[in-house]
């Protein structure tokens, strides 16, 4: 069961990521709108709207809050949390969601003045109660404050802890990153279905509706594994086969191998 959570809530930067997560938690109704406050340099500058509490600066965002979102890009995040340090408590939850950034960097950054310190990596599918999210706790961060982080992010999807910090990145580059890999596979096969005379609104239609399809059929079989599915829907000889032939040959594997390896590496350079 969802639980309903009170704590008070600041998003200090309020991009794509933490816009999916609020969506995700008040679908979920995890939480209420009136506990939630965000800032960002367009909201503040009125280019972009909020129907929450619109803080004017970070510090004030992050002086009433129990639990203070760090969701700008790792680039940003020494000169907000600089921004903060002042305001910040050891009886408040950090939670940073910036890929690489690391929870002893993070701490350092607040002049150590708090160990409630948890790095988050969610995929933006928490937007849809479908999340998955990784969580690594500084090792000091108390057991007894470890709820609200499990319910927040449960209400969006699926948590797993991660006891190495270093794993986070492995997720990053699986899980953070991985809907738009997927995105991309769809754009492709919209790129294929056209060049072959399919209407942009059938393609559409059979690429979403096919995605859906595979995704049901893997969550819906706990024995088989991908492989064993694969097999399952391709004969010897057929239509299938032709296809997942050429993307051997064409070392379809190693490509993906490589292409996780780049963002892998990329979130390690981040931090
Ligand atoms: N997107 C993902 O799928 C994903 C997945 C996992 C983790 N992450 C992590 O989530 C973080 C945010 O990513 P995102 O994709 O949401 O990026 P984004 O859409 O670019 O959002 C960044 C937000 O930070 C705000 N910002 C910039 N400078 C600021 C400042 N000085 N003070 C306060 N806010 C400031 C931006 O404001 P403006 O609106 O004014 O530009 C924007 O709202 C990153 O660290 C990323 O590593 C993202």
């Given at each position: 069961?969802?639980?309903?959570?009170?704590?008070?809530?600041?998003?200090?930067?309020?991009?794509?990521?933490?816009?999916?997560?609020?969506?995700?938690?008040?679908?979920?109704?995890?939480?209420?709108?009136?506990?939630?406050?965000?800032?960002?340099?367009?909201?503040?500058?009125?280019?972009?709207?909020?129907?929450?509490?619109?803080?004017?600066?970070?510090?004030?965002?992050?002086?009433?809050?129990?639990?203070?979102?760090?969701?700008?890009?790792?680039?940003?995040?020494?000169?907000?949390?600089?921004?903060?340090?002042?305001?910040?408590?050891?009886?408040?939850?950090?939670?940073?969601?910036?890929?690489?950034?690391?929870?002893?960097?993070?701490?350092?950054?607040?002049?150590?003045?708090?160990?409630?310190?948890v790095r988050a990596m969610p995929n933006t599918a928490v937007a849809v109660e479908a999340g998955v999210t990784a969580l690594?706790?500084?090792?000091?961060?108390?057991?007894?404050?470890?709820?609200?982080?499990?319910?927040?992010?449960?209400?969006?999807?699926?948590?797993?802890?991660?006891?190495?910090?270093?794993?986070?990145?492995?997720?990053?580059?699986?899980?953070?990153?991985?809907?738009?890999?997927?995105?991309?596979?769809?754009?492709?096969?919209?790129?294929?279905?056209?060049?072959?005379?399919?209407?942009?609104?059938?393609?559409?239609?059979?690429?979403?509706?096919?995605?859906?399809?595979?995704?049901?059929?893997?969550?819906?079989?706990?024995?088989?594994?991908?492989?064993?599915?694969?097999?399952?829907?391709?004969?010897?000889?057929?239509?299938?086969?032709?296809?997942?032939?050429?993307?051997?040959?064409?070392?379809?594997?190693?490509?993906?191998?490589?292409?996780?390896?780049?963002?892998?590496?990329?979130?390690?350079?981040?931090?």
């Amino acid at each position: 069961m969802i639980q309903q959570l009170t704590e008070k809530i600041s998003f200090i930067g309020f991009g794509d990521l933490a816009r999916a997560l609020v969506e995700g938690a008040l679908r979920a109704e995890a939480l209420k709108p009136e506990m939630l406050t965000v800032t960002s340099p367009s909201l503040i500058a009125g280019r972009k709207n909020t129907p929450f509490h619109l803080a004017m600066t970070n510090l004030q965002a992050a002086e009433h809050a129990d639990v203070i979102v760090l969701a700008v890009k790792p680039s940003q995040i020494e000169m907000v949390c600089q921004e903060i340090v002042d305001v910040v408590r050891e009886d408040q939850i950090i939670i940073s969601v910036a890929a690489g950034k690391t929870v002893s960097k993070i701490e350092n950054y607040l002049a150590c003045r708090t160990a409630s310190i948890v790095r988050a990596m969610p995929n933006t599918a928490v937007a849809v109660e479908a999340g998955v999210t990784a969580l690594y706790y500084h090792p000091a961060f108390k057991k007894s404050k470890r709820n609200f982080v499990q319910d927040f992010f449960q209400s969006t999807g699926t948590v797993i802890e991660v006891d190495k910090e270093e794993d986070l990145d492995l997720f990053t580059a699986i899980s953070g990153s991985g809907p738009a890999y997927f995105f991309y596979f769809q754009e492709a096969l919209m790129h294929a279905a056209s060049r072959l005379g399919l209407s942009q609104e059938i393609a559409q239609i059979l690429v979403k509706q096919t995605m859906h399809g595979a995704s049901l059929l893997t969550q819906n079989s706990s024995s088989a594994t991908f492989q064993e599915k694969r097999a399952e829907v391709t004969s010897p000889g057929g239509t299938t086969a032709a296809a997942i032939s050429y993307l051997e040959k064409h070392h379809f594997l190693e490509l993906i191998d490589q292409m996780v390896e780049k963002a892998y590496l990329r979130a390690r350079e981040l931090g």
